[in-house]
């Protein structure tokens, strides 16, 4: 093993723990054999400078920065332990404190290794198409626009498009998508995703340093060094009360020397055990405990929290307002009705809207085209085609013009529709969808409605946000009321608010906090952004590649799947009652020792004993969450 790995802490300090005990048990042995008293000190001064080396360094760094820490209050009790003639007992304080230290650190990384896992999922290197050759190079050297090559059982190795080849993609690492999803041309794939089945042609849209592993990795490794305010309380409590265990200590010596008529080298050993079983440990590392094991069994599931203060918010939620399109809706227009008449069928009607709308890239043409493909419909070809803005489009299919349109283009183009026609119009109007006429010629073929589709899930999620605690679930949109209203009943919600711009949506964060509660805002990241920054917790759902949502959010969804928002306000909310779990269990822990340490006389071993159990079963008790399980 070289130098360099001898000498990093994570191999050095287990090694100097061993050695400390090694010294501890062999100068028990010269003890019991008679051997040379001075082997025995040479055994004690190895036991002090191994098992002190790394406390005396931490107390050290923190005098310098005018902090006192809980190292320092080991290594002043473990010296006036030797200073009374209990060296064995402070090399055993010593020896226990950094075998805890080193426990704790094995096991909060066991938090940490959930989220360097991420790391493993990027191959080192791609096969990359040049030159109409196949080369395989480091994926820090892949550019934009280049076509990497994927075969089936590949990690795909940038973000990217699509560009030949079908197949089913694992994004669980990315989305939480606990099923694989199937890809086609023209679709997105992610770094990090296992392609399953299809070789794929994919042209990489984002450099593997900006990809949206990258930027996953790179915000839960930022969130592990964001406190939550109660990190930063016990952190700040930290220092005073290591001051507190400071003067208890003294006072303890000076009460039991001078009023109780004690000896000073038995006073002494009593105000070192004080100051030993008084020393916050378990309290401090409660949080981080928790909050970092959150955090990694979040991360996993597509939920990171940007942070332990989000997360410690996100269980005080108490409103849920979420925007309409692309959260409770799928944020893409779909066919719901199809009528002909004057003799066509509804596959007639579908051809020909269909064909003349396949020219078009606006999203209403595009539900046209999809429902006609659904059917499994063969659409013509389309001569002299013409759009006009915000009406509808035209163009030959053979001989014969076709117009899809909006009731009034069509009106001024081909007359009135028909009385039956225009029934059907005004029911499907005042469902708050949009309505297309289709005429043929100078002939009505029939109309069609498009509307935005309710997200399946999402009448079952507002009932589990309900369960999970939550007051009110709040719908916000810039559609018309009647839009928004035929969701909202569609969904469920409380309440829905309408017509509203991005600022009034920021606005009403104020309004439904002060109405009811935190608040927690659930939108894309894009024009809601104003309104994700003002929540007492923004939400961006859906938002792998979007920019904007992962810098306004506090809490970022990596995948569309509305289940995460319950579970992220069920992870927190166990993980405050883990934090609080551990926060009693320690003081409590603190309280008995210290009556011990009078009533029973604690001897100073125990009372390390007990003070660095505590402090490993609460590190236990935080890395539960791991498994991300919330009941």
């Known amino acids: 093993m070289s130098t360099a790995r001898w000498l990093d802490r994570k191999t050095l300090e287990p090694t100097l723990v061993a050695v400390t005990l090694a010294a501890l048990l062999l100068s ?23 098992g002190g080396f790394y406390g005396a360094q931490t107390s050290f760094a923190s005098l310098r920065q005018k902090m006192l820490d809980i190292d320092f209050l080991m290594i002043v009790a473990a010296v006036g332990a030797a200073l009374v003639g209990q060296w064995r007992d402070g090399a055993m304080l010593l020896f226990l404190f950094s075998l805890s230290n080193v426990m704790q650190d094995y096991a909060m990384g066991r938090s940490r290794q959930a989220i360097r896992a991420l790391f493993e999922l990027y191959p080192e290197d791609a096969k990359v198409r040049r030159d109409g050759q196949t080369e395989i190079v480091p994926i820090s050297e892949i550019g934009l626009g280049e076509i990497v090559l994927i075969q089936p059982g590949e990690r795909i190795p940038v973000d990217g498009m699509i560009v030949s080849g079908q197949s089913s993609i694992d994004q669980s690492t990315i989305t939480g998508e606990s099923m694989p999803v199937e890809k086609r041309t023209g679709d997105t794939v992610f770094a990090g995703t296992l392609n399953q089945q299809g070789a794929l042609d994919v042209r990489v849209t984002q450099l593997a340093s900006q990809s949206t592993l990258s930027r996953i990795i790179q915000m839960v490794e930022e969130a592990q060094s964001r406190k939550a305010p109660t990190q930063r309380f016990l952190d700040d409590f930290e220092q005073y009360y290591a001051m507190a265990v ?7 010596l000076l009460i039991c020397w001078l009023l109780l008529g004690w000896t000073f080298d038995d006073s002494f050993y009593r105000a070192m055990v004080v100051l030993v079983v008084a020393s916050p440990c378990a309290l401090v590392i409660s949080v981080p405990a928790a909050f970092l094991s959150a955090i990694a069994a979040g991360a996993r599931r597509g939920v990171i929290f940007k942070g332990g ?3 410690e918010q996100m269980g005080t939620i108490r409103v849920v307002a979420f925007d309409k399109t692309g959260t409770l809706t799928k944020g893409r227009p779909a066919v719901t009705d199809v009528f002909a008449c004057n003799g066509h069928s509804e596959e007639d009607l579908l051809r020909a809207a269909g064909a003349v709308e396949s020219r078009s890239e606006h999203p209403l043409s595009r539900a046209v085209r999809e429902a006609a493909e659904a059917r499994g419909l063969e659409l013509g070809e389309v001569e002299d085609f013409e759009a006009i803005t915000g009406q509808g489009v035209t163009g030959f299919i053979g001989d014969t013009l076709v ?4 009731l009034k283009y069509i009106a001024e183009c081909a007359g009135e529709p028909p009385a039956d026609l225009m029934a059907i119009h005004n029911r499907l109007h005042t469902e708050a969808k949009t309505v297309l006429f289709v005429c043929y010629g100078s002939e ?3 109309l069609l409605a498009v509307a935005d589709q309710i997200r399946e899930q999402s009448a079952r999620i507002v009932q589990e946000l309900h369960q999970a605690g939550v007051k009110r679930v709040v719908m916000l949109t810039g559609d018309n009321a009647s839009v928004g209203q035929r969701i909202g009943v569609m969904a469920g919600v409380d309440e829905v608010r309408a017509e509203l711009m991005p600022g009034d949506k920021a606005a009403m964060m104020s309004i439904l906090e002060r109405d009811y509660g935190p608040v927690a805002m659930v939108g894309d990241g894009v024009n809601d952004a104003p309104a994700l ?10 938002a792998a590649g979007t920019d904007v949502a992962l810098e306004t959010a506090g809490v970022v969804l990596m995948g569309d799947h509305l289940e995460a ?19 009693i269990f320690a003081m409590s822990v603190i309280v008995i020792l210290l009556i011990s340490a009078f009533v029973i006389e604690l001897p100073l071993p125990l009372g390390v004993l007990g003070h660095e159990g505590s402090t490993v079963i609460v590190v236990l008790n935080g890395l539960r969450l791991l498994t991300g399980r919330v009941n």
């Not at 004690?44 to 191994?50: E, M």
């Not at 117009?403 to 909006?406: A, D, F, L, T």
């Not at 920054?533 to 859906?542: E, L, R």
């Open 28 to 50: 028990l042995i010269v003890q019991w054999t008679g051997l040379p008293h001075s082997l025995n000190a040479i055994l004690g001064v190895i036991a002090y400078v191994a």
């Open 246 to 252: 400071i003067g208890g200590s003294a006072l303890v």
């Open 309 to 311: 203060a989000h997360l």
């Open 403 to 406: 117009r899809v349109g909006r």
């Open 444 to 446: 009505f073929m029939g």
């Open 533 to 542: 920054a003002a929540a007492t917790v923004g939400i961006a759902m859906g």
């Open 565 to 583: 928002i319950p579970y992220a306000i069920r992870l927190s909310r166990r993980a405050r009652r883990v934090v609080w779990e551990n926060i």
